[in-house]
């Protein structure tokens, strides 16, 4: 069984930060790509950002330079830095691992930019 823990959402100020943070575990083997994706109200879940084994990373346009994805292999740990963050990256926040044998989701963490 696979889980995957996400931490480190809340509420925060227009032009706040956060960092959330996804750690995998259980019987979860040969670890490739690691994103995270968000689902604001009345939207479809879009891709945030994205980072292969060997480093390689993509984002959507919107979050392209205030975010920042990193993950560290050793802890099965990928992380989402966000910074700048405006209105319109509220949404729930949801980590996604592909991995040998599937592909696997996070419970969500709420992230709320609001004054």
């Known amino acids: 069984q696979v889980q995957l823990v996400e931490s480190g959402g809340g509420l925060v100020q227009p032009g706040g930060s956060l960092r959330l943070s996804c750690t995998a575990s259980g019987s979860i083997f040969s670890i490739d790509a690691m994103g995270w994706y968000r689902q604001a109200p009345g939207k479809e879940r879009e891709l945030v950002a994205r980072i292969t084994s060997g480093g390689s990373t993509n984002y959507a346009d919107s979050v392209k330079g205030r975010l920042t994805i990193s993950r560290d292999n050793a802890k099965n740990t990928v992380y989402l830095q966000m910074s700048s963050l405006i209105p319109e990256d509220t949404g729930v926040y949801y980590c996604?691992?592909?991995?040998?044998?599937?592909?696997?989701w996070g419970q969500g963490t709420q992230v709320t930019v609001s004054s």
């Open positions: 996604n691992v592909a991995a040998l044998f599937g592909d696997y």
